[in-house]
């Protein structure tokens, strides 16, 4: 069993436990630290530190232990990943993963390469943002520099008459460092996956199509219903993204359309993204597979979308009670619906339990059978 090589995962989340199961499918042992998450998503790894990320004893054992690193959560210390850098190679570098950290350096990085985003002014106080108020048109969004995800640390500032003023909504805020981005109206999100080798081979997946509810990803739709045009644009774009951050591993992009189908980056995932669990089931090669791929130093592997897909979050919101999910059977009565939970042991509202994953013939089934799913779990009623 020790002689399997063992992939250090930093970050206690879904997205390590899929990444887990995964490397524990190729051959690999799996440590993981959490920085004291213990919502159980990581049970699945053969080792897991629950230490703090600041824990001496838990730096020197998952250094000493991983023959490489990777990181499930772009919030990791960047000080902890140059760290962990001088004993064992981790991928993504910590370059990459601290622009994706920070809106304004994400930003900042996109435009220096031409990468088209939505109109925004970095704030520091009032005047700044009386500022940007006054230069940016129409509704505006306050997102918060670091820390954000899944809509936390964002504010919709509507541009109308009886609006606060830059004072107050400063002060509503939080007094702290933000970005003001023009509210796109937008026709569609996207997503592209993107993958990096480590001998510079870069490869996409099928743009997926996604719609948010309460600023959280509800549904991705497989392939997404845009124009060939679209579709190339966006995977030429997050391939041009992963060169330039001269990236290994497995990227989400996000992308903004608005009605005249212009196109724009809307943030980078330094690390697989929810938008691409649908690929565990209906791509030849996974998305956390990939990951694995690339930072042990192997071929990457095909993307190609076997059959149309549609992946539906679980959010705790449809749990009985904090510890009692609902009954599974209709979704496992649908063929082709894929349950995937994520051991965590307290659901909350908001918070992802799980997914599933609809594929089928057409695309117009995969549809249907997720409404249906809707219904009956009542996700998307005011009361979930
Ligand atoms: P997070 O880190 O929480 O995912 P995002 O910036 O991706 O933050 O925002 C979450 C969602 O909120 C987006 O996917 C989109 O639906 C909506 N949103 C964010 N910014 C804008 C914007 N400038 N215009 C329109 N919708 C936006
Ligand atoms: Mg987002």
Redesign the pocket.
């Given at each position: 069993m020790d002689h399997e090589p063992c992939i250090g995962v930093l970050g206690g989340g879904q997205l390590g436990r899929m990444l887990a199961f995964e490397a524990r499918r190729m051959g690999f042992r799996v440590l993981k630290w959490t920085g004291g998450d213990a919502s159980g998503a990581a049970r699945l790894a053969d080792h897991t530190l629950l230490d703090e990320f600041d824990s001496e004893s838990a730096f020197v054992e998952f250094t000493n232990t991983a023959k490489v690193a990777t990181v499930e959560f772009e919030n990791i210390p960047s000080a902890l990943i140059n760290r962990i850098a001088t004993k064992i190679p981790i991928m993504p570098a910590t370059a990459a993963v601290s622009i994706c950290q920070d809106r304004e350096k994400e930003k900042n990085f996109l435009h220096s390469h031409h990468i088209p985003t939505t109109q925004f002014e970095i704030v520091k106080d009032a005047e700044s943002l009386q500022h940007a108020l006054e230069t940016i048109s129409g509704d505006v969004i306050l997102k918060t520099l670091r820390d954000g995800?899944?809509?936390k640390g964002q504010l919709l500032v509507k541009d109308d008459d009886n609006r606060l003023s830059a004072t107050e909504i400063w002060e509503e805020f939080g007094n702290t460092d933000a970005i003001v981005e023009k509210r796109i109206n937008l026709k569609i999100e996207l997503s592209v996956i993107c993958a990096r080798g480590q001998d510079g081979e870069t490869i996409t997946y099928d743009p997926a199509e996604n719609e948010h509810r309460n600023?959280i990803?509800d549904v991705s739709i497989v392939p997404a219903r845009i124009s060939p045009e679209l579709s190339q644009q966006s995977q030429e774009l997050a391939k041009k993204i992963t060169q330039s951050l001269d990236y290994v591993g497995v990227l989400g992009v996000?992308f903004f359309v608005d009605h005249d189908d212009n196109l724009m980056v809307?943030?980078i995932?330094p690390r697989p993204h929810n938008s691409g669990h649908h690929t565990i089931d209906a791509c030849a090669v996974s998305q956390f597979e990939q990951q694995i791929r690339a930072i042990s130093g192997l071929p990457l592997g095909d993307t190609r979308l076997v059959q149309p897909a549609v992946m539906l979050n679980l959010l705790g919101d449809i749990w009985d009670a904090p510890t009692i999910p609902p009954d599974w059977a209709p979704i496992h009565r649908i063929p082709g619906a894929k349950l995937h939970l994520y051991g965590k042991s307290h659901a909350k509202p908001g918070r992802k339990m799980g997914h599933v994953t609809f594929t089928a013939p057409t695309l117009d089934e995969a549809l249907a059978h997720m409404e249906s799913i809707k219904k009956t779990y009542q996700i998307g009623n005011d009361n979930h």
């Open positions: 995800y899944d809509g600023h990803l996000e809307n943030e995932a």
